[in-house]
């Protein structure tokens, strides 16, 4: 069975419809263990407690290093990615939200019809695979600081996710035998790569959108965007998690703000399903194998496609018999409503 990320939350009510109220969600390997945990109350409201923090997770992966060296370490989230994910998904605001809002608000919602000239978005490849411009509120068409992107080929470049997995034997001795699922598909840090390439490519995609012919590394990106700007007629505000970029892009007279990420880990927090699901979705791919009470959820397996990486697909093995039918239900009513 594949759920798409949108359709998560049908995989959380059906947890809930079994009397699941707590769901720890947890890696496969005894080092790792529980990441965080889901709780429902009665009342509604949805909290998500942090179990494993930076530290707790850093020296759970210097564990598996010193157990099993390679490849299963490179299967293991370095800290930053592990953190970035949690941003992804709208757990946790970048840690200089206010600012950049203030930014925003200084510098964006041009009136168009009062002649001024629009205002489009660039990124940084540190942080396209993060859900960039979700996590800033960008939705051109609607109420946006942004009249739409302007994506620079370089980073496209940049988001490098070719190498794949040809042996799973050392995954399967070290994790679980789930990770069998890795085989053929992009291994590792690749993952993260591909989870920007998709992004990339969805924002590319839409009618709010083009590209900026650049090469690869900051230099020529920021060039090409300042040619952008001074070419035509919009403005470009630019976002990196890079104080070098950042500087780069003001010397050639291009607007930027640093997006800083936390240095810690909340312990707990209130959150809304949406959350939850775009946070497991980014999770699961970047670890390929999650465990949740019931369910196995798998961000690659064999046969995967590029139709499963464009959809935002993953796999659900239901350990449980009564999960299946359940989700099965509530999927068909859901796609009804779509269709409607």
Same mark, same amino acid.
């Given at each position: 069975?594949?759920?798409?990320?949108?359709?998560?939350?049908?995989?959380?009510?059906?947890?809930?419809?079994? $009397?699941?109220?707590?769901?720890?969600?947890?890696?496969?390997?005894?080092?790792? $263990?529980?990441?965080?945990?889901?709780?429902?109350?009665?009342?509604?409201?949805?909290?998500?407690?942090?179990?494993?923090?930076?530290?707790?997770?850093?020296?759970?992966?210097?564990?598996?290093?010193?157990?099993?060296?390679?490849?299963?370490?490179?299967?293991?989230?370095?800290?930053?990615?592990?953190?970035?994910?949690?941003?992804?998904?709208?757990?946790?605001?970048?840690?200089?939200?206010?600012?950049?809002?203030?930014?925003?608000?200084?510098?964006?919602?041009?009136?168009?019809?009062?002649?001024?000239?629009?205002?489009?978005?660039?990124?940084?490849?540190?942080?396209?695979?993060?859900?960039?411009?979700?996590?800033?509120?960008?939705?051109?068409?609607?109420?946006?600081?942004?009249? $739409?992107?302007?994506?620079?080929?370089?980073?496209?470049?940049?988001?490098?996710? $070719?190498?794949?997995?040809?042996?799973?034997?050392?995954?399967?001795?070290?994790?679980?035998?789930?990770?069998?699922?890795?085989?053929?598909?992009?291994?590792?840090?690749?993952?993260?790569?591909?989870?920007? =390439?998709?992004?990339?490519?969805?924002?590319?995609?839409?009618?709010?959108?083009?590209?900026?012919?650049?090469?690869?590394?900051?230099?020529?990106?920021?060039?090409?965007?300042?040619?952008?700007?001074?070419?035509?007629?919009?403005?470009?505000?630019?976002?990196?998690?890079?104080?070098?970029?950042?500087?780069?892009?003001?010397?050639?007279?291009?607007?930027?703000?640093?997006?800083?990420?936390?240095?810690?880990?909340?312990?707990?927090?209130?959150?809304?399903?949406?959350?939850?699901?775009?946070?497991?979705?980014?999770?699961?791919?970047?670890?390929?194998?999650?465990?949740?009470?019931?369910?196995?959820?798998?961000?690659?397996?064999?046969?995967?496609?590029?139709?499963?990486?464009?959809?935002?697909?993953?796999?659900?093995?239901?350990?449980?018999?009564?999960?299946?039918?359940?989700?099965?239900?509530?999927?068909?009513?859901?796609?009804?409503? =779509?269709?409607?």
């Amino acid at each position: 069975m594949q759920l798409t990320r949108p359709h998560l939350t049908v995989l959380l009510n059906a947890l809930y419809d079994t $009397g699941t109220t707590t769901i720890p969600v947890e890696h496969p390997s005894d080092e790792l $263990g529980e990441l965080f945990r889901i709780e429902f109350d009665d009342s509604g409201e949805t909290t998500v407690q942090l179990t494993t923090d930076l530290k707790t997770y850093a020296d759970a992966r210097s564990d598996v290093n010193s157990a099993y060296g390679e490849p299963a370490i490179s299967e293991v989230p370095d800290r930053r990615s592990y953190l970035s994910a949690f941003i992804a998904g709208g757990l946790l605001d970048p840690a200089n939200r206010e600012e950049i809002d203030d930014f925003l608000t200084t510098n964006g919602g041009r009136d168009l019809n009062a002649g001024h000239r629009p205002l489009v978005a660039g990124f940084d490849t540190n942080l396209v695979p993060w859900r960039i411009a979700d996590v800033l509120g960008h939705q051109p068409g609607e109420q946006s600081a942004v009249n $739409g992107f302007a994506l620079a080929t370089g980073v496209l470049d940049e988001l490098e996710w $070719g190498h794949k997995r040809n042996d799973t034997q050392s995954l399967t001795e070290a994790f679980s035998a789930d990770f069998e699922e890795l085989w053929n598909q992009p291994a590792g840090s690749s993952r993260e790569g591909r989870l920007g =390439e998709n992004y990339y490519r969805r924002l590319r995609d839409s009618r709010y959108a083009e590209e900026v012919p650049t090469d690869e590394g900051d230099e020529s990106i920021v060039e090409g965007y300042a040619s952008f700007q001074n070419e035509g007629r919009k403005d470009v505000v630019l976002f990196s998690n890079d104080r070098d970029f950042i500087e780069r892009a003001h010397a050639n007279r291009i607007l930027a703000q640093r997006v800083e990420f936390p240095s810690a880990l909340p312990r707990k927090l209130t959150t809304s399903w949406e959350a939850i699901q775009d946070t497991l979705y980014v999770l699961t791919v970047l670890f390929g194998v999650l465990s949740l009470p019931k369910v196995t959820l798998y961000g690659v397996w064999r046969g995967k496609e590029g139709m499963d990486w464009h959809d935002e697909a993953l796999k659900i093995d239901c350990r449980s018999p009564k999960v299946e039918p359940l989700i099965e239900r509530d999927i068909a009513i859901v796609e009804a409503h =779509e269709r409607m």
